[in-house]
């Protein structure tokens, strides 16, 4: 997949390169403003730079919080104090889940397409058509277990062939 996108669209490289420009922090940029907070070690006047080092590590939060310089426990602190932070890192993050599906949905595609790959045409067309495609005719044998008069069948034999021996005792007797 290359690096082009329709007009209007930032791609992930583009925002790599000019995080500033990200539509993503841009809405954050825009929300309410935040007061400081000397005690934390993410303040919310410093969530902008956190956010760079998230889009610079790939939308990883351990990855952004050790560039940054804080525990990762941290950052997830501060997302369940601070909503509107939540949502710009949960942003941010979803960028690079859409571009990494993208990615391996056209990896796949191209898999199916190669002759000697026949599980991953399988999968593409049971996707694409499930009723067409559904596995069918894989059918297993049931065993069923019978009980007759609190006997199972495999020791109801045993139990006649013990009745007509006790009746011919005591027929004989």
Known sequence: MDSTTSPGKVSVSQLADDPLSNPILSKFYKSEAKKSNSKLKLPPEKYDEFLSSLQE????ITRAAARYGVHKRTVYTQMKRDNTFALAVRD???MFKKKQMDDLEDLSLKNAMNPKNVSERLFHLKA???????D???RTATQV???????AIKDRAKEI????KLKNVNDSG
């Open 136 to 138: 069918r005719g894989i």
């Open 128 to 134: 694409m058509d499930p009723a067409r495609y559904r």
């Open 92 to 94: 941010v993050q979803d």
């Open 57 to 60: 590590s790939g939308g990883y």
């Open 145 to 151: 277990n019978v009980t007759v008069a609190g006997l």
């Open 161 to 164: 062939e013990r009745r007509e």
